[in-house]
């Protein structure tokens, strides 16, 4: 009977839900108007940042991260439907992880992971095609492309 117990908790603790990180869905999130949420320590947010992101700082001022009901209670005064889209993003992959695990566990179930910043970032700027900026009657024209290849 014990091996049995043995299997079925393994089990379950392999169906447990990871946090992933999926820039490529961070992006189109972000294009479609979503919630952006920079969860880096304030230099590092006024070094460079996500246009239209809102910082929350999860470093408290003795270097300890903030705790999960400090972070729930931070979120919960800017975003008023739990089910709606947050892309989140930090200064590393591991700490944009487990801010989106705090943030599932607390009900946040629409957080889109974006990884750490400088990667979102580069993202964002790759995803601009070139017609995006191009005022209506400006297209480019065959010698433009030709001198852009």
Avoid at 20 to 41: F, K, P, Q, S, T
Avoid at 123 to 146: K, W
Wanted: hydrophobic fraction near 40%.
């Amino acid at each position: 009977m014990r091996p049995w117990f043995t299997v079925v908790a393994l089990l379950m603790c392999s169906t447990a839900q990871a946090g992933i990180i999926d820039v490529n869905r961070a992006v189109d999130e972000i294009n479609d108007g979503a919630l952006i949420l920079d969860l880096r320590n304030n230099s590092d947010f006024a070094a460079g940042n996500l246009h239209n992101s809102l910082q929350v700082d999860l470093t408290l001022e003795d270097g300890t991260g903030i705790s999960a009901e400090g972070l729930a209670y931070q979120l919960g005064l800017v975003v008023l439907d739990p089910n709606n889209t947050i892309v989140i993003y930090s200064d590393t992959n591991q700490h944009a992880l487990e801010a989106e695990d705090t943030l599932i566990k607390r009900g946040y179930f629409g957080v889109v992971n974006g990884g750490n910043y400088e990667e979102l970032r580069d993202a964002l700027f790759d995803h601009v095609s070139l017609t995006e900026n191009v005022l209506p009657g400006d297209e480019p024209t065959d010698d433009d492309i030709t001198a852009i290849n």
